[in-house]
């Protein structure tokens, strides 16, 4: 295998990358002066040697704890459960919530072998045990078919959690910023319409 097909197939084997993308990469990469392909090359290696699970809340970062969990402005009474260390990222864009987090390191899929007991739901319980300051668990599991059985499934765990005054909520789903109706599928409007609200309630 010569040197680009075998960086074809390897670039083919990254999330949402096809083989034409693939190949669309590597002429560019090839194009590029080789400092910009050593630039590439050594983020990677910084990547994978120095990024590291935070063993608070399970988030990737280059520190243990990771800067969330340190930052002490942070309110610990809310903790966000996500899928995955992105969708941190993605909620810290909005700039709206102000918590800690807790990622679970996937979703329940029977078909790919994963159960409850491949993510980190014992973590979450050890972080909900008594003395932890948390009052709210905001579930935002994607709304995906393995989401919704995940989110389900912390639902029935969490209720069975002896600790007062603890609130279990989960994202509200629906149609996004900018969306037609017209396009939108049945799912996502019966969620818009299910999460509805009065529009006299101010924000």
């Known amino acids: 295998m010569s ?58 970062a280059d520190e243990n704890p990771c800067p969330i969990c340190r930052d002490p402005r942070r309110d610990a009474t809310l903790l966000c459960v996500v899928e995955e260390s992105g969708d941190v990222g993605a909620i810290e864009r909005a700039g709206r919530y102000r918590g800690l987090y807790h990622v679970l390191g996937g979703r329940i899929s029977p078909l790919d072998g994963i159960g409850p007991d491949e993510l980190h739901v ?44 603890l609130r279990v909520t989960r994202i509200a789903r629906g149609l996004p910023v900018g969306g037609d109706l017209e396009y939108a599928d049945a799912v996502t409007i019966a969620q818009a319409l299910a999460a509805r609200r009065d529009m006299s309630e101010t924000d």
């Open 122 to 165: 014992d973590r979450l319980l050890a972080r909900l045990a008594n003395g932890s300051e948390v009052r709210e668990v905001i579930v935002a599991t994607n709304p995906s078919m393995e989401g919704e059985a995940t989110a389900t499934y912390l639902q029935q765990v969490l209720k069975q959690l002896s600790k007062a005054g």
């Open 3 to 60: 040197a680009i097909e075998e960086l074809v197939a390897e670039l083919a084997k990254l999330p949402g990358i096809g083989r034409k993308t693939a190949q669309r990469l590597t002429f560019h990469l090839l194009k590029q002066p080789p400092e910009a392909a050593e630039r590439l090359a050594e983020a990677i290696r910084r990547v994978r040697g120095q990024v590291v699970a935070c063993g608070t809340c399970g988030n990737l």
